[in-house]
């Protein structure tokens, strides 16, 4: 197909312009940190030294939009002592007063080893000794102070320790119901609330971050096996890797080295992606010259006619690049050139006097002088001096 006059095309031309939008970009929307956990090593797997890490998440809510939408880091750590990969978690049953209905008793525990994933492993792998396996409790005989169990501990008060402040945590518990006769009196107020302390590590959180991923690239060993399915023996789609660089960030401080942040946390580098297919540029075949004068031109300018040609499809992804020339002039050939034509006078005749009196309307005798007119004839000539008209 070519370009041609748009007068040939049947019905109305199609629309050159219509509306679009492009999103706006908008950052992720994270949810609160998590409380730090325990202090685990840094690989369980291999477990050396006393040095480990506890962490916290959050986690992305609503996925970050358009291209220069960000999303923060998912995971802090800070350092601490004494790590382990194990621990033991405990859950008690009810209380059993040991004689009679109520007063003293006993709650059964039963503990299960976790490791740092929380899976259930085996037990010989947790500290020991194991938590024992019964726990003292009470039973409120009917005479006896009734208070409620106790409340779970509350947020703690900060994020991290300093030099000035220590994080800390409440719980409490209520009366339900005054001591009757004879009946064991109900606690003192400072025994219905107790205090822990909190988040005792340092306020430097240590965390990933990563730049942008790369472009799409091709894999030189997954483009090879590709290269021997293509008919052609070329890949021109595939699958390819995307890389990013990873840095080692301190709060406050900024990038440090990257031993510093935890292994086991470390964000990927390399990931595989989609190569999209290789498009060749496509054109169209050149319109017909346009036509050459056919009546004659005047003065000297060269006349030139011309064609086009039109890009259906720009070249993506590493295909055949479009060529350079869309446009193309020649000068027209046999074009003849108008004649030129120009006046030439003649000499003026002799004066001829008008006499005062004819002009004003008066009888006279003539004069020897005064106003009076001559006449000159005009030749119409070619350039080349031949005589077209003779005389106007």
């Not at 008919?231 to 709060?251: P, Y």
């Not at 580098?269 to 540029?281: E, G, S, W």
């Amino acid at each position: 197909s070519r370009p041609v006059e748009k007068t040939l095309c049947v019905g109305p031309a199609p629309l050159p312009s219509q509306l679009c939008n492009n999103p706006c970009s908008t950052d992720c929307i994270v949810s609160s940190w998590s409380a730090w956990g325990l202090c685990i090593h840094e690989n369980c797997r291999d477990p050396q030294g006393k040095k480990g890490f506890r962490t916290r998440q959050r986690h992305v809510l609503m996925e970050s939009t358009g291209p220069a939408g960000h999303c923060p880091h998912l995971v802090e750590s800070v350092p601490c002592e004494d790590p382990t990969c194990y621990r033991w978690l405990a859950s008690e049953g009810i209380c059993f007063p040991d004689h009679g209905k109520c007063g003293l008793g006993h709650r059964i525990l039963k503990a299960i080893c976790q490791n740092d994933h929380g899976e259930e492993v085996s037990g010989s792998l947790c500290p020991v000794p194991p938590p024992p396996e019964r726990k003292a409790c009470e039973i409120p005989c009917r005479m006896d102070c009734v208070v409620s169990e106790w409340t779970e501990w509350s947020s703690c008060s900060q994020s991290c320790s300093n030099k000035n402040s220590d994080g800390k945590q409440t719980r409490s518990r209520t009366i339900l119901a005054l001591a009757g006769e004879g009946g064991k009196p109900c606690p003192p107020s400072q025994a219905l609330q107790e205090h822990r302390l909190c988040n005792d590590h340092s306020c430097m959180q240590l965390y990933w971050e990563t730049s942008p991923w790369g472009p799409c690239s091709e894999d030189t060993l997954v483009t090879a096996l590709n290269a021997t399915i293509g008919w052609n023996g070329e890949a021109t789609c595939g699958v390819g890797i995307q890389t990013r660089r990873v840095f080692c960030v301190k709060s406050h401080v900024g990038q440090v080295m990257t031993k510093r942040c935890p292994d086991s946390t470390r964000p990927e580098t390399v990931r595989p992606c989609f190569l999209p297919c290789k498009k060749d540029c496509i054109v169209t075949a050149f319109s017909e010259w346009t036509p050459c004068p056919r009546m004659c031109q005047a003065g000297n300018a060269t006349i030139k006619q011309s064609r086009y040609r039109i890009i259906i499809q720009e070249a993506a992804s590493g295909g055949q690049e479009c060529p350079d020339t869309l446009y193309e002039e020649r000068e027209c050939e046999d074009v003849s050139l108008c004649p030129i034509y120009r006046w030439k006078p003649q000499k003026w005749s002799p004066c001829t006097l008008v006499p005062e009196s004819v002009r004003q309307g008066i009888m006279g005798s003539s004069e020897a002088c005064g106003k009076g007119l001559q006449t000159r004839g005009a030749n119409h000539m070619k350039l080349d001096m031949k005589r077209i008209i003779l005389q106007i």
